[in-house]
């Protein structure tokens, strides 16, 4: 009897050593990381988390084109300058548009021109980087005022009267193809305006009666804003 109590006691020892080793184990080790993700858990390439603010990544650029966490991202002020290369567009060094404009992770952008808000201020675009602290711009715009040419046009009252602001002039693209500076702080480039018609397929005339298309280039210059 007394050698059946002692193993008893002993199993009884050893079975509170193993709990205490896995109580141990829970409040301090360090267990295998799978059994430790969230239910809901996937990596960045399933999409589940978005990294929003930006870092200066070149050195992970790919050919293919890095957003996430690509250092353009953010808030900016953006400025438009026109090259006078078009004759019937604004001249050399002309103001032809500012505002504020944000480039999102998910590789959309959006922009708050400077023009009037009746005659078609917000418009958006998608990007893609194509290469390091490169990057280009599809951008697209509705305008809603006849014969509005950017860098000419003032305001939407100078082409009819406030009744203008409310007929729809057609889509313009915007195409921009910019550098980031070393810091991440600034970006500069060339931008192409092309005001197309409202069927969206074909150029607008600046001067209908010569055949010039109304296409508008120069340089834009952008500066962060920071939080």
């Given amino acids: 009897m007394k050698v059946w109590i002692k193993s008893m006691t002993a199993l009884a020892l050893l079975a509170g050593l193993a709990c205490a080793a896995q109580q141990a184990r829970a409040g301090c080790g360090a267990p295998d990381g799978a059994a430790m993700r969230p239910a809901v858990f996937r990596g960045d390439a399933a999409g589940t988390f978005l990294r929003t603010g930006y870092a200066l990544q070149d050195a992970a650029f790919t050919p293919a084109g890095s957003r996430f966490g690509a250092a353009i991202t953010g808030l900016w002020k953006f400025t438009f300058v026109s090259d006078g290369t078009h004759s019937d567009g604004p001249p050399p060094n002309a103001l032809v548009d500012a505002g504020f404009v944000t ?42 005022i006849p014969a509005y040419i950017p860098g000419a046009t003032q305001s939407w009252s100078e082409v009819g009267g406030p009744d203008s602001a409310f007929q729809p002039a057609g889509p313009t693209n915007i195409q921009e193809t910019i550098t980031l500076s070393a810091d991440g702080n600034t970006y500069t480039g060339k931008f192409t305006i092309t005001n197309y018609h409202y069927d969206g397929k074909n150029i607008t005339d600046a001067d209908p009666a010569a055949g010039t298309p109304q296409i508008i280039s120069g340089t834009v210059t952008a500066t962060r804003i920071n939080p």
């Avoid at 708050?112 to 418009?123: I, L």
């Avoid at 990057?135 to 715009?141: T, V």
């Fill in 103 to 144: 480039w999102h992770a998910d590789g959309t952008e959006i922009m708050n021109s400077g023009r009037a808000p009746a005659s078609g201020s917000f418009c958006m675009g998608v990007w893609e980087q194509t290469g390091p602290r490169a990057y280009k711009l599809n951008h697209w715009a509705l305008s809603w």
